[in-house]
């Protein structure tokens, strides 16, 4: 099920900082209490290859996010005990020591499930056993929701295992998309920050494409 256009799933989830506290957070709930946008990126595994290197990508980005009025959630299905290990391992051994943001712990995947994100190929039921037997690592893949101040999703992207992501692009979507609340334009193929939209008619269409003509 697409979410785009949707409000965020109301769900709370057990959460850890940096500081070692367990918490729990309602995505929902943190973008319309705090007026903010919320970028809430999920990844597969802790303790695995791609994924520290996308943690510190939005760590270093973090500031950015910060200026655009964002909050940045990672998440992933590992307990809030994991997370904190790999909190505490540096860099240099893999880890993701310096991050700062909150991860949530959905370790009974009741979020990941509602938004049918979850590395699941194939369910068979053995009618000998009565068991459900899943094919795949029932974890998340590369998943990234952008949501805005009202709850509601406003980006979603899912990337496969061994792909990251590029942080970037999600700057320039919360930069375009918080244009579009305030200018009520809308913004074209390639747009960022401080380059030209246009006006959602044919008008507008027209005269832009003819500006833009190569």
């Known amino acids: 099920m697409a ?20 918490f729990q957070i309602n995505v929902l709930e943190e973008a319309q209490k705090n ?26 980005a973090l500031k950015e996010f910060e200026k655009r009025n964002t909050m940045v959630i990672g ?25 700062t943001y ?5 370790s009974n995947r009741n979020l990941a499930s509602t938004l049918g994100i979850l590395d699941i190929t194939n369910e068979t039921y053995d009618e000998n056993t009565g068991l459900v037997l899943v094919e795949g690592d029932n974890v998340t893949y590369r998943a990234t929701y952008l949501i805005d101040e009202e709850g509601t ?21 919360i930069d375009a998309y918080t244009h579009v609340q ?3 334009e809308v913004c074209p193929a390639n747009w960022e920050e401080g380059k030209e939209a246009m006006t959602a008619n044919r008008d507008g269409v027209a005269n832009y494409l003819a500006a833009h003509a190569n």
């Not at 909190?87 to 893999?94: A, I, M, P, Q, V």
Request: glycine share 8%; net charge negative; aromatic share 12%.
């Open 182 to 184: 305030k200018n009520g």
């Open 153 to 173: 999703v406003f980006h979603e992207s899912i990337n496969h295992m061994p792909l990251g992501r590029n942080v970037n692009e999600y700057l320039r979507l």
């Open 102 to 106: 909150p991860i949530l712990a959905d």
């Open 3 to 22: 979410y785009v256009g949707k409000k965020f799933p109301d769900l709370t989830v057990n959460a850890m900082n940096d500081l070692g506290d367990t």
């Open 75 to 99: 998440a992933s299905c590992d307990t809030a005990e994991v997370h904190f290990a790999w909190l505490n391992t540096s860099k240099d051994n893999g880890g993701i020591e310096g991050v």
């Open 35 to 60: 007026n903010k946008k919320v970028v809430l990126f999920w990844y597969p595994k802790d303790f695995t290859f791609v994924c520290p290197t996308e943690l510190h990508a939005f760590q270093e």
